[in-house]
């Protein structure tokens, strides 16, 4: 196979919070808006207010602002942020309206969660039929079974599937797979696996005081020295098998040339790469395949759900264990993940993404070096790209500007494609707020 890497109704918009609507409010001035005395047009800076409750909002009842990390305010544009909007209260396509309902188009498609666009309508048709026949009982869904077979068919190395809700709880899975499997402790790993213990070190994290070796990306030496210090015990090589760049073959080779010699198991994080780089992840194009694999964010098109997929000697592990959640067979999110199936059956998704991406990503770069701004480079793969700045303060002003005009950007990576990107207008628009907000971010200081 070639590869390429180069209509919904109006929810009710919430009031800001604490902030009182009065029956007998005067009626609206329908008279030009005046500029307050900094210059600032009086409606952008009641926008800027009611984000910036909501954000206080947050922070009084969420620890941190946002459940997801990735969505604090500190996490969207910088620490010491003082504007951009934080919260959401619809989205379609690859536009969100924010709590002020302003409209903006997101690149970061729900931290790569969506690769068709929001509210897809297949997609919530089929979860409304879903949710309608009743989501969960104490029995497993019918779509259970047709899902797992279904992506038995597309994942190279699947031949069995445990489903489960995140990434976290799957990479987890796996790895608790490798351990009844192999009968020993030791993890070799390189990448981001979520938040649970096995993984992190930190405040409330047990020691795990040689039982996980971490490598840094690509690097074979470093790989080398991690198995031989694992000596016996090694359980698992986990690998993440893009992180910020593809990978070199060679190294991937070496991982599975060393799990084979020393009887470890081999697991592919594929959250970010499966139904994006390809359906069935970087080892549909690579020449080496895992053992065991994870799969979740778009394949659900924001659903919550994921899944450990593997050999089935290896996945009869499971069994010996307890892996379990109440809600891993729901059949909201399968119903989703069928109606993704059945777009990727009919269409190249990933080559559409692919080609998408690199015109968001080239139409950027354009965009800076027609700034003249030093210090931000493009990465990544075009899928999956991101901007890499050399001060955090220029990344924090130039993701507040962007917002601003109206295009969510991705801090650090990644930015990704979706279908709902297609669209020349919309390309282009993500190009002319890029060069704006660069010009505007220069002009502010000189």
Not at 223 to 247: K, M, W
Request: glycine share 10%; hydrophobic share 45%.
């Amino acid at each position: 196979m070639a590869f390429n890497f180069f209509g919904k109704k109006k929810a009710e918009t919430p009031a800001p919070p604490d902030e009182e609507t009065p029956e007998d409010a005067a009626e609206p001035d329908e008279s030009e808006p005046e500029d307050d005395e900094e210059g600032i047009p009086e409606a952008v800076a009641d926008e800027d207010a009611i984000d910036l409750d909501w954000r206080v909002r947050a922070a009084t009842w969420i620890p941190g602002g946002a459940s997801t990390g990735s969505k604090r305010p500190a996490a969207l544009y910088g620490e010491g942020t003082t504007e951009g909007p934080g919260h959401f209260i619809r989205a379609n396509g690859c536009h969100v309206t924010t709590a002020s309902e302003r409209t903006l188009i997101d690149c970061t498609m729900a931290l790569g969660s969506v690769s068709l666009g929001y509210a897809d309508d297949a997609v919530v048709r089929a979860v409304v039929s879903s949710v309608a026949s009743g989501n969960v009982t104490g029995l497993a869904s019918v779509m259970e079974m047709d899902i797992a077979e279904r992506l038995c068919e597309v994942i190279p190395c699947a031949e069995q599937v445990r489903f489960l809700k995140t990434g976290a709880e799957a990479v987890s899975a796996a790895i608790r797979i490798a351990r009844t499997a192999t009968g020993r402790s030791h993890v070799v790993a390189c990448g981001y696996f979520g938040w649970h213990d096995w993984s992190n070190t930190g405040a409330g994290i047990p020691s795990a005081g040689g039982v996980v070796t971490r490598v840094p990306f690509n690097d074979i030496d470093a790989l080398d020295a991690a198995v031989a210090g694992a000596g016996t015990d090694l359980a698992a090589i986990v690998i993440e098998p893009v992180v910020e760049q593809l990978p070199d073959e060679a190294w991937l080779g070496r991982a599975r040339a060393l799990c084979d010699a020393a009887g470890a198991v081999l697991v592919f994080d594929e959250m970010k790469t499966g139904f994006r780089i390809a359906i069935g992840g970087y080892q549909q194009v690579s020449e080496v395949r895992p053992d065991l694999a994870v799969f979740g964010k778009a394949m659900a098109c924001g659903f919550p759900l994921a899944a450990v997929v593997g050999q089935r000697d290896l996945m009869a592990a499971a069994e010996r264990t307890w892996i379990s959640s109440t809600s891993a067979g729901e059949s909201a999110a399968l119903a989703a993940c069928g109606a993704v199936l059945d777009r990727y059956a009919e269409e190249d998704v990933c080559a559409t993404l692919a080609r998408v991406g690199e015109a968001m990503r080239d139409g950027v770069e354009r965009a800076i070096v027609a700034s003249g701004v030093q210090g931000i480079s493009v990465h990544g793969p075009a899928p999956m790209w991101f901007l890499r700045f050399e001060e955090a303060a220029l990344e924090t002003r130039f993701l507040e500007r962007a917002a601003a005009l109206g295009v969510l950007f991705k801090r650090g990576a990644y930015n990704y494609a979706a279908l709902a990107h297609d669209d020349d207008a919309i390309l282009t628009e993500v190009e002319r707020v890029a060069s704006t907000a660069l010009v505007e971010v220069m002009e502010g200081e000189e």
